[in-house]
């Protein structure tokens, strides 16, 4: 049994393995091909493939940290898209190549990732060859189009083809981090790819817009119009990245509010945390949004500060032990405590709730998902702790749907015995 376990968790990070190799390889040939190319034939416009150059290398340096432990690059990719779909600098027509801007895009991307590699940041290797493959796809169509086609002589022509090519562009950086994401999270890739598109869709239209404004402002301006248009995207890269530290604060604060009935004895030490990520992984095979994950996340963290109530501590915490009026005491002072914030009100109702049975006798009353997943990993931990032995967790599981009947939901229990049985136990 326990090999075929390790079997069932080694097997996706094969395929997770298969699928970086895949791109890593496909982008590394590409770059040989094409540079192999540009040093053969030579770079007609130096001074454009310096200035857009340091310019993708400047954003990649500046890579913004996004929620959900991600990282983006928009200055870096508004260049590099400014830099394929070039038609004009000032009143000479653009001669880039598809090998060179390839090229150029490739080397700008590797020298802004050096600084962070010399610190020990990870270099992000999918999400450079993602956006490198993109290029190279909008390359590939568009610079052939600017050599005698009625398309480049009309900006009303350019545009349409312009707009179409950024699109792709996005749709292919998006699709690849949603299908590695899915991979590496084990999530479905349908939720994954939905999730992808609401993280990536408002900042992809800015990036898509500040590249597009560089090429037309080029015509007039030439050089200049780089550093000129590339500031507003920069205001809303300093925006964002504030806007994902708060977040990351946020996330702390709760995790430390989480800890305080640990530190009273109320919670054995862990509990918190173990019951959040066993919640979230459930939530996560049963399909569940980013956006419902992050409540859930939320609402297990504090699921026992309703604890904080009691005169007594429970024996290990362990709500599962007690009565239902006591449960219900317990979520719904857990549940006031949480809505002073005045901000969590729906993490107020997902552990208000967790008390309930899943089948109430009043119909329609039926507790929110996050609530019976909640319900299920509580009374998991409760039941197994932190030990890591095969046995106690099956027991554990074996215990939770003999009462599905009343008191836990049949396809969380069943979702919760295929997260356990993915992780790495010992046979005792």
């Given amino acids: 049994m326990a090999r075929s376990v390790r079997e069932a968790r080694g ?3 094969q395929a997770l393995n298969s699928g970086r190799s895949l791109l890593f390889l496909c982008a590394g040939v590409l770059l040989a091909a094409c540079a192999a190319q540009t040093a053969a034939a030579g770079v007609p416009d130096v001074a454009s493939a310096l200035v ?3 310019l993708i290398a400047f954003g990649e340096l500046l890579r913004l940290n ?3 432990d991600r990282e983006a690059s928009p200055i870096a990719t508004a260049g590099s898209l400014g830099y394929a779909l070039l038609v004009r600098i000032g009143d000479q027509p653009a001669v880039e190549t598809v090998e060179q801007v390839v090229t150029v895009t490739a080397l700008g991307m590797i020298v802004g990732a050096l600084p962070h590699l010399a610190v020990g940041r990870p270099a992000r290797l999918e999400g450079m060859a993602a956006r490198l493959l993109a290029v190279a796809c909008v390359a590939g169509v568009f610079r052939p189009l600017t050599v005698g086609t009625v398309i480049t002589r009309h900006w009303w022509a350019e545009l349409p083809v312009m ?3 950024v699109v792709l562009a996005w749709l292919i950086e998006t699709v690849t981090a949603a299908l590695i994401r899915a991979d590496a999270l084990r999530g479905r890739f349908g939720v994954t790819l939905v999730d992808e598109i ?3 869709l408002p900042l992809g239209a800015a990036v898509g817009a500040s590249a597009l404004l560089i090429v037309f402002a080029a015509e007039v301006m030439g050089l200049a119009a780089v550093a000129v248009f590339t500031a507003p995207l920069l205001v809303t890269q300093v925006a964002l990245r504030r806007y994902a530290g708060i977040r990351a604060t946020y996330l702390q604060t709760v995790r430390a509010l989480a800890r305080v009935t640990e530190i009273g004895g109320y919670v054995e030490p862990g ?3 173990r019951v959040s990520r066993l919640a979230v992984a459930v939530g996560r095979e049963l399909g569940m949004s980013e956006a419902a994950l992050l409540e859930l996340e939320y609402a297990a963290l504090m699921h026992d500060i309703g604890q904080l109530s009691l005169r007594d501590p429970i024996p290990g915490g362990a709500t599962v032990l007690v009565v239902r009026e006591e449960q219900r005491r317990i979520a719904e002072y857990g549940a006031e405590v949480i809505q002073q914030a005045r901000v969590l009100d729906p993490v107020a109702d997902i552990v208000r709730r967790q008390s309930d049975p899943c089948r109430p006798a ?9 609530s ?3 319900r299920a990993a509580n009374a998991f931990d409760d039941l197994v702790g932190s030990s890591a032995e095969a046995s106690r967790a099956s027991a554990a599981v074996e215990r939770l749907r003999l009462d599905t009947a009343s008191e836990y939901d049949p396809r969380v229990v069943e979702a919760l015995s295929r997260v356990v049985a993915r992780r790495p136990l010992v046979n005792h």
């Fill in 271 to 273: 509990h918190s945390d």
């Fill in 163 to 165: 707009i179409s090519l």
């Fill in 362 to 370: 009043a119909r329609g009353q039926e507790p929110p998902l996050s």
């Fill in 11 to 13: 097997f996706p990070l």
């Fill in 52 to 54: 857009f150059g340091a």
């Fill in 372 to 374: 019976r997943i909640i």
């Fill in 198 to 200: 609401r993280v990536q």
């Fill in 66 to 68: 996004m929620p959900g």
